[in-house]
């Protein structure tokens, strides 16, 4: 079993820089993808961005890429997303997941664990 506890959310201005953290117990945060996913009002949720098990690889959507950071601590058991230049359409509650695999997953279904989520609204 794996617990996942996000934080970090908030509210900042466009333009402002928010960093989550998602902090993992359990003995298997190191030999699993992780990935961060964000959900607005009347929205599907949506990948932002997913790190391999050893952090070689990344996959950031479109939306996010060049402005959001996606990083992890394996002795610490925690995954990090640095956001920057935030825009209104980033607000949203943010889920940190855990993957099925070591390799970055892209869609939901390659998660089996998920935080509660943090909410991030970034005002005009």
């Known amino acids: 079993q794996v617990q996942l506890v996000e934080s970090g959310g908030g509210l900042v201005q466009a333009g402002g820089s928010l960093r989550l953290s998602c902090a993992a117990s359990g003995r298997t945060f190191s030999t699993s993808a992780m990935g961060w996913f964000r959900q607005a009002p009347g929205k599907e949720r949506e990948l932002v961005a997913t790190?391999?098990?050893?952090?070689?690889?990344?996959y950031y959507a479109s939306s996010v890429k060049g402005r959001f950071t996606i990083s992890r601590d394996n002795a610490k058991n925690t995954v990090y997303l640095e956001m920057s230049s935030l825009k209104p359409e980033d607000t949203a509650v943010y889920y940190c997941?855990?993957?099925?695999?070591?390799?970055?997953?892209?869609?939901?279904?390659?998660?089996?664990?998920w935080g509660q989520g943090t909410q991030v609204t970034v005002s005009s």
């Open positions: 790190i391999s098990s050893s952090g070689i690889s990344t």
């Open positions: 997941a855990a993957g099925r695999y070591s390799s970055v997953q892209l869609t939901t279904g390659g998660y089996n664990y």
